[in-house]
Protein backbone atom coordinates (compact mmCIF):
# COMPACT_ATOMS: atom_id res chain seq x y z
CA UNK A 1 0.00 0.00 0.00
CA UNK A 2 1.36 3.53 -0.32
CA UNK A 3 2.61 5.41 2.33
CA UNK A 4 0.28 8.41 4.05
CA UNK A 5 1.98 11.35 2.77
CA UNK A 6 2.79 14.25 5.25
CA UNK A 7 3.82 18.13 4.73
CA UNK A 8 5.67 19.61 8.09
CA UNK A 9 4.95 23.28 8.75
CA UNK A 10 6.59 25.60 11.57
CA UNK A 11 9.08 28.63 11.59
CA UNK A 12 11.78 26.46 13.71
CA UNK A 13 13.90 24.26 11.38
CA UNK A 14 15.12 22.32 14.59
CA UNK A 15 11.25 21.31 15.51
CA UNK A 16 10.89 20.37 11.73
CA UNK A 17 13.75 18.02 11.63
CA UNK A 18 12.75 16.06 14.82
CA UNK A 19 9.06 15.86 13.67
CA UNK A 20 10.55 14.26 10.20
CA UNK A 21 13.28 12.12 12.37
CA UNK A 22 10.10 10.67 13.87
CA UNK A 23 8.13 10.17 10.66
CA UNK A 24 11.28 8.49 9.49
CA UNK A 25 11.11 5.96 11.68
CA UNK A 26 7.43 4.62 11.15
CA UNK A 27 6.75 2.52 8.02
CA UNK A 28 3.52 3.99 6.89
CA UNK A 29 4.01 7.52 6.66
CA UNK A 30 6.45 9.81 4.41
CA UNK A 31 7.02 13.58 4.75
CA UNK A 32 6.55 15.44 1.34
CA UNK A 33 7.76 18.68 1.85
CA UNK A 34 8.20 21.27 4.50
CA UNK A 35 7.64 24.61 4.92
CA UNK A 36 8.23 27.62 7.13
CA UNK A 37 4.78 29.51 7.26
CA UNK A 38 1.41 28.81 6.25
CA UNK A 39 2.09 30.64 2.48
CA UNK A 40 4.58 28.54 1.88
CA UNK A 41 2.40 25.78 3.13
CA UNK A 42 -0.14 26.65 0.70
CA UNK A 43 1.96 26.82 -2.53
CA UNK A 44 3.23 23.40 -1.48
CA UNK A 45 -0.28 21.89 -1.43
CA UNK A 46 -0.97 23.10 -4.58
CA UNK A 47 1.99 21.62 -6.38
CA UNK A 48 1.71 18.21 -4.57
CA UNK A 49 -1.50 17.43 -2.43
CA UNK A 50 -0.73 15.88 0.79
CA UNK A 51 -2.88 13.25 3.35
CA UNK A 52 -1.99 15.08 6.16
CA UNK A 53 -0.48 18.70 7.44
CA UNK A 54 1.15 18.62 10.74
CA UNK A 55 1.30 22.30 11.81
CA UNK A 56 1.99 24.21 14.44
CA UNK A 57 -0.28 27.37 15.88
CA UNK A 58 1.63 30.00 16.19
CA UNK A 59 4.51 31.39 13.96
CA UNK A 60 5.84 34.69 14.05
CA UNK A 61 3.03 36.76 12.53
CA UNK A 62 1.37 33.64 11.02
CA UNK A 63 -1.32 31.67 12.35
CA UNK A 64 -1.86 27.93 11.97
CA UNK A 65 -4.97 28.40 12.68
CA UNK A 66 -5.56 30.73 9.04
CA UNK A 67 -3.64 27.45 7.54
CA UNK A 68 -5.81 25.17 8.60
CA UNK A 69 -9.43 27.57 7.63
CA UNK A 70 -7.69 27.76 3.95
CA UNK A 71 -6.89 24.50 3.61
CA UNK A 72 -10.43 23.02 4.72
CA UNK A 73 -12.01 25.98 1.46
CA UNK A 74 -9.41 24.81 -0.91
CA UNK A 75 -8.05 21.61 -0.14
CA UNK A 76 -11.40 19.50 2.17
CA UNK A 77 -9.84 15.98 1.53
CA UNK A 78 -6.19 16.97 3.55
CA UNK A 79 -6.22 16.13 7.30
CA UNK A 80 -4.82 18.69 9.93
CA UNK A 81 -2.70 17.59 13.01
CA UNK A 82 -2.11 21.20 15.10
CA UNK A 83 1.48 20.52 17.44
CA UNK A 84 1.79 23.66 19.81
CA UNK A 85 2.48 24.30 23.04
CA UNK A 86 -0.12 26.09 23.63
CA UNK A 87 -2.89 23.81 25.76
CA UNK A 88 -5.47 26.48 26.54
CA UNK A 89 -9.08 25.79 26.11
CA UNK A 90 -9.66 28.36 24.12
CA UNK A 91 -7.56 27.74 21.49
CA UNK A 92 -8.00 23.85 21.16
CA UNK A 93 -11.42 24.87 20.87
CA UNK A 94 -11.17 27.34 17.98
CA UNK A 95 -8.40 24.66 16.30
CA UNK A 96 -11.34 21.83 16.18
CA UNK A 97 -13.27 24.69 14.97
CA UNK A 98 -11.61 25.59 11.80
CA UNK A 99 -11.39 22.02 11.06
CA UNK A 100 -8.24 20.62 13.21
CA UNK A 101 -8.55 16.33 13.08
CA UNK A 102 -5.93 16.24 15.86
CA UNK A 103 -4.02 18.92 18.50
CA UNK A 104 -0.95 17.51 19.96
CA UNK A 105 1.38 19.34 22.43
CA UNK A 106 5.00 19.20 21.68
CA UNK A 107 5.72 18.53 25.25
CA UNK A 108 3.82 15.29 23.94
CA UNK A 109 5.72 12.10 23.96
CA UNK A 110 6.86 10.56 20.49
CA UNK A 111 4.41 7.61 20.45
CA UNK A 112 1.71 10.65 20.69
CA UNK A 113 2.48 11.40 17.00
CA UNK A 114 1.78 7.68 15.49
CA UNK A 115 -0.67 6.86 17.89
CA UNK A 116 -2.89 11.12 16.16
CA UNK A 117 -1.77 9.85 12.73
CA UNK A 118 -3.30 6.39 12.93
CA UNK A 119 -6.33 7.89 14.00
CA UNK A 120 -6.84 10.54 11.23
CA UNK A 121 -6.49 7.17 8.64
CA UNK A 122 -9.12 5.63 10.24
CA UNK A 123 -10.84 8.66 10.37
CA UNK A 124 -11.15 9.68 13.57
CA UNK A 125 -9.98 12.85 16.05
CA UNK A 126 -7.46 12.53 18.37
CA UNK A 127 -6.91 15.34 21.22
CA UNK A 128 -3.75 14.92 23.43
CA UNK A 129 -4.61 13.63 27.14
CA UNK A 130 -3.61 16.66 29.39
CA UNK A 131 -5.66 18.38 26.49
CA UNK A 132 -8.66 16.58 26.17
CA UNK A 133 -8.88 15.99 30.14
CA UNK A 134 -9.06 20.18 29.68
CA UNK A 135 -11.87 19.61 27.01
CA UNK A 136 -14.13 17.25 29.27
CA UNK A 137 -13.93 19.11 32.09
CA UNK A 138 -15.07 22.57 30.14
CA UNK A 139 -17.91 20.84 28.73
CA UNK A 140 -19.11 18.43 31.55
CA UNK A 141 -18.25 20.90 34.24
CA UNK A 142 -19.80 23.90 32.13
CA UNK A 143 -18.25 26.52 34.00
CA UNK A 144 -20.71 29.64 33.90
CA UNK A 145 -17.78 32.53 35.72
CA UNK A 146 -16.82 33.84 32.00
CA UNK A 147 -19.22 36.17 31.30
CA UNK A 148 -19.73 37.42 35.21
CA UNK A 149 -15.62 37.80 34.55
CA UNK A 150 -15.98 39.90 31.60
CA UNK A 151 -19.05 42.08 33.20
CA UNK A 152 -15.76 42.61 36.20
CA UNK A 153 -13.82 44.41 33.74
CA UNK A 154 -13.76 48.23 33.78
CA UNK A 155 -14.61 50.72 31.17
CA UNK A 156 -10.82 51.63 30.15
CA UNK A 157 -10.13 47.67 30.01
CA UNK A 158 -13.38 46.44 27.73
CA UNK A 159 -11.98 49.02 25.55
CA UNK A 160 -8.51 48.22 25.11
CA UNK A 161 -9.56 44.22 25.33
CA UNK A 162 -11.89 45.28 21.52
CA UNK A 163 -8.60 46.97 20.19
CA UNK A 164 -6.53 43.89 20.78
CA UNK A 165 -9.59 41.89 19.23
CA UNK A 166 -9.20 44.19 16.47
CA UNK A 167 -5.71 43.15 15.85
CA UNK A 168 -4.38 46.75 16.62
CA UNK A 169 -0.82 46.98 17.69
CA UNK A 170 0.26 48.26 21.10
CA UNK A 171 1.50 51.27 19.66
CA UNK A 172 -1.75 51.92 17.71
CA UNK A 173 -4.04 51.65 20.79
CA UNK A 174 -1.64 53.52 22.73
CA UNK A 175 -2.05 56.18 20.12
CA UNK A 176 -5.91 55.69 19.37
CA UNK A 177 -6.44 56.15 23.47
CA UNK A 178 -3.70 58.63 24.02
CA UNK A 179 -1.89 56.48 26.12
CA UNK A 180 1.70 55.71 26.50
CA UNK A 181 2.71 51.57 25.32
CA UNK A 182 3.76 51.32 28.90
CA UNK A 183 0.26 52.04 30.11
CA UNK A 184 -1.39 49.87 27.08
CA UNK A 185 0.78 47.15 28.15
CA UNK A 186 0.00 47.17 32.03
CA UNK A 187 -3.81 46.80 30.83
CA UNK A 188 -2.90 44.15 28.19
CA UNK A 189 -1.32 41.91 31.34
CA UNK A 190 -4.32 42.82 33.59
CA UNK A 191 -6.53 41.20 31.42
CA UNK A 192 -4.57 38.14 30.80
CA UNK A 193 -4.44 37.75 34.37
CA UNK A 194 -8.26 38.63 35.63
CA UNK A 195 -9.11 36.42 32.70
CA UNK A 196 -7.01 33.67 33.36
CA UNK A 197 -5.16 33.06 30.07
CA UNK A 198 -1.34 33.16 29.88
CA UNK A 199 -0.93 35.02 26.53
CA UNK A 200 -2.70 37.50 23.52
CA UNK A 201 -4.09 34.38 20.87
CA UNK A 202 -6.08 32.67 24.06
CA UNK A 203 -7.46 36.32 25.09
CA UNK A 204 -8.79 37.53 21.60
CA UNK A 205 -10.20 33.95 21.64
CA UNK A 206 -11.87 33.99 24.96
CA UNK A 207 -12.75 37.31 23.87
CA UNK A 208 -14.25 36.79 20.62
CA UNK A 209 -16.14 33.60 22.29
CA UNK A 210 -17.91 36.01 24.51
CA UNK A 211 -19.30 38.14 21.80
CA UNK A 212 -16.82 41.05 21.91
CA UNK A 213 -15.53 40.68 18.66
CA UNK A 214 -18.90 42.36 17.12
CA UNK A 215 -19.12 44.84 19.80
CA UNK A 216 -18.77 48.57 19.33
CA UNK A 217 -15.97 50.01 20.66
Same mark, same amino acid.
Given at each position: ????????????????????????????????????????????????????????????????????????????????????? @?? &??? $?????? *???? +??? !? =?????????????????????????????????????????????????????????????????????????????????? @?? &??? $?????? *???? +??? !? =????????????
Amino acid at each position: MPKTTILLVDDHVLVRAGIRSLIDQLDDYVVIAEASEPDEAMRRVARQIPDIVVTDITMGEHSGLDLIRVLKQQFPQVATIILSM @HA &SEE $MVTEAL *RQGA +SAY !L =LKESAPAELEIALNAIVRRTKYLSPAVSTKMIERFVLAPTGEKKQFQLLTARQLQILKLIVARKSTKEIAFDLDLSEKTVAA @HR &SQL $MERLGV *RDVV +SLV !L =LAVKNGLADAEG
